[in-house]
Every structure is written in structure tokens, then in C-alpha cells.
């Protein structure tokens, strides 16, 4: 993946999205052939606007395949950011 033409661009990118707190997860599935990002957004639209501003994007090498709204019901991260915070 970082061997691939405009790593250091796309990796700047993302990084905005994720201190942004745009992208919470991303990274590549097996086979480093397909990502999946895990976004907070208010539309369809609005992810697919960011996400053709990713210099990836612009050249041809990262194309969305689908958009799902996913509903969290278990969540672990905020259960142990919880227990952190409270101390239990």
C-alpha cells in the first residue's frame, strides 16, 4: 500500500479526515485490494463529497463501492472509554 503512487498525499488526506474526526476507522481488508472506511456523517452525499477529494480519488485508485448506514448497538470502544472514566 504505501509503495503505491501518491501514498504520501493520500496518507496526508486521511489524516485530516481522521484528526477532523471525519474517518473514526479505515484501513485495508485482506488482500490490501479493498479498504473499509468508518465514517461520521450526516448524508450519503456528504461522504461521497469528501471522499472525491481524496487525491486517490482524483487519479483512478480509490473508488467507493457502496455506502451503508450502519446503527452501532454494542459498542466496546465506548464501554472501555466508560469504564476508564469512571474507574469500573
Known amino acids: 500500500m504505501r509503495e503505491q503512487a ?12 481522521f484528526e477532523s474526526g471525519f ?3 479505515a484501513g485495508p481488508l485482506e488482500g490490501e485490494r479493498e479498504v473499509l472506511w468508518i ?5 450519503q452525499s456528504a461522504i461521497r463529497e469528501r471522499m472525491a ?6 487519479n483512478g ?3 467507493p463501492e457502496r455506502i451503508e ?3 452501532v448497538v454494542l459498542d466496546a470502544m465506548k464501554a472501555k472509554s466508560e ?3 469512571t474507574g469500573t
Not at 465514517?39 to 448524508?43: G, I, L, N, W
Open 6 to 17: 501518491g501514498w504520501h498525499e493520500h496518507a496526508r488526506y486521511m489524516d485530516e479526515l
Open 53 to 58: 477529494e481524496d487525491p486517490w480519488q482524483v
Open 23 to 25: 474517518v473514526l476507522f
Open 69 to 71: 448506514r450502519w446503527t
Open 39 to 43: 465514517v461520521e456523517a450526516d448524508s
Open 83 to 85: 469504564a476508564r472514566r
Open 61 to 63: 485508485m480509490l473508488r
